[in-house]
């Protein structure tokens, strides 16, 4: 996989600025108004969406390490859901909000107009209230990619309750640990969640989880399979039976701009998982003007990002963005590859998708298969492609370009976090040239600094590199991590005073574009998932055989990253292909199967300094294969250590 920067430059065709929301002089008019006066331009931004009580104040923003406090809009009131479906009702009730295409191409695809879509959200939010739920409550959502988990999370929003979605493949524990951790009241999960063929056991998963979570807590079970599940009378609750009963209005409850539309969590560099607080009025504003202007959406598109509901990509560009903007968002259920490697392009082909967002992985894995999955497909309606989730390479970009859109259609690589709520960096179709690799430009009201990272002094100029800062704020910027406004200060305002610490490094190029290098924390990336390092270390040493484990990120063909994890064993604990088996399935069962494993090494000791911390900088070496650039290793309190783990390295 290259890595190094290409110097090819593609503007934008004719056509595509044309069409464009911005053009090039559009968006330096506008970036220039963004930042001179963020209260204005925002507050006119603000407009995107309907208000029950309009906002006096825009911006009310405090980065000071010890008080951080950021708010928009807070005298606004609004309902995400209203927003989301009501106001489309007169003027586009019959017009697909949701096309659901399911796992197998044999069943059939859905159409889910806005009118429907609004009797489901009520049914849903009734058949949630009358299990008690209401406002400020926390509600667990553990789904496939199915139309009832956008139903779920907008019945929620209706109601003024908070949600947070656990992807479906995690595991009981990690399950577990998110019902606790955000103290819900009510899971929603599905029977099954059919997947490339395969099936997950969603609801006997929650049932392993709830077993270590308050006995009140409730479960709300969608049938999608139909298949076995086990039933607990009095904790279960049957949603296809309650929903048909339900009544289809509900009025939408009155929520104050800050009050929080969802917790997400997510892997950071120490401890475990946070959750990730987005609220209500800014992140919607924020992820309805990034959809439609990123990726160039008109009324009437087809809009497809092939994300999962789990992660902040699923809420902000499958579900919020675009049904706050009145589109047509596809949801699909499946995998690239399921039943073969040509699913995506049918899928394209089948629904005419004019805006195709997804993530350097599955590309990567695609072209492996070859050119002939995708050239029996007509791809004639694309006309913007998105990427997200992890730095694209040029072999893949250029694929992307030339065999996808058949080199007419504009590649917004999107750079943004699960914190950010929405794109913050990225080419703008009708605005910017692309670069294979870079995410360009800031996007509106986004002030990027690259400071170097041992002084915290921003670098001027360009040709220069660092860590990546945030100016300022903006509206889609998450709040709080829940439960714990101090780790939110310590995390992203410690480190650089004044700032938003991204965890990313970047470089500004000769010409003041933006490219970023990945992250400089003990976060990896694997196939465009963030996991952090410590939390497959915890995992690992919860093991009776393991004494201590490290683990760190290595260069993966199809991943991006593969997780490597070094493993010292107790004393009465042998090595053997068994144990490294039970340490993989162990890893995958606390975790989750995106969290397996790829390499496992026996490490009779790790490196450490004589105060004792572990040198990762050496493990990530070794992992690289790169035994020629270790750095200095007089400091470690035993350096023949490092000559074992090189003796010893696994194949891979
Ligand atoms: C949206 C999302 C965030 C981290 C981020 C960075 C990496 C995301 C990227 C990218 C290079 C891009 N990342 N988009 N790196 N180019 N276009 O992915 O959120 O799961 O929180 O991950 O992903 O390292 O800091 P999240």
Known sequence: MTTQHESVVYPPSAETVARAHVDAAGYEQMYAASITDPDAFWGEQGKRIDWIKPYSQVKDVNYNFGEV??????????????????????????????????????????????????????RMANVLTSMGVTKGDRVIIYMPMIPEAAYAMLACARIGAIHSIVFAGFSPDA???????SDAKVVITADHAPRGGRQTPLKSNA??????????????????????????????????????????????????????????YTSGSTGQPKGVVH??????????????????YHDGDVYWCTADVGWVTGHSYIVYGPLANGATTLMFEGVPTYPDASRFWQVCEKHKVNQFYTAPTALRALMGQGNEWVEKCDLSSL?????????????????????IGGGRCPIVDTWWQTETGGHLMTPLPGAHAMKPGSAMKPFFGIVPVVLDPQSGVEIEGNDVDGVLCIKDSWPGQMRTIWGDHERFQKTYFADYKGYYFTGDGCKRDADGDYWITGRVDDVINVSGHRMGTAEVESALVAHVAVAEAAVVGYPHDIKGQGIYCYVTLMNDAEPSDALLKELRTWVRTE??????????????????????????????????????????TSTLADPSVVDDLIANRSGK
């Open 207 to 264: 049932d392993a989880a709830l077993l270590h979570c308050k006995e009140d807590v409730k479960c709300l079970v969608v049938k999608r399979t139909g298949g076995q599940t086990t039933w607990i009378e009095g904790r279960d609750y049957n949603y296809n039976a309650l929903s048909a009963a339900a009544d289809d209005s509900f009025a939408p409850v009155e929520m104050n701009a800050e009050d929080p539309l969802f917790i997400l």
């Open 279 to 296: 609220t209500t009025g800014g992140y919607l504003v924020y992820a309805a003007m990034t959809h439609e202007i990123t990726f160039d």
């Open 591 to 632: 975790i989750g199967p995106i969290a397996s494993p790829d390499v496992i090494q026996w490490a009779p000791g790790l490196p450490k300094t004589r105060s004792g911390k572990i040198m990762r900088r050496i493990l990530r070496k070794i992992a690289e294969n790169d035994f020629g650039s270790l750095g200095d």
């Open 175 to 181: 399950l577990a640990a998110r019902v606790n951790g």
């Open 69 to 122: 406090s950021i708010n928009w809009y807070s005298d606004g009131a609004l309902n995400v859901s209203a927003n989301c479906i009501d106001r489309h009702l007169a003027t586009r009730g019959d017009q697909t909000a949701i096309i659901f295409e399911p796992d197998n191409p044999d069943e059939p695809a859905q159409n889910i107009t806005y009118k429907q879509l609004h009797g489901s959200v009520c």
């Open 383 to 403: 006309r913007t492609l998105g990427t997200v989730g992890e730095p694209i390479n040029p072999e893949a970009w250029n694929w992307y370009n030339e065999v």
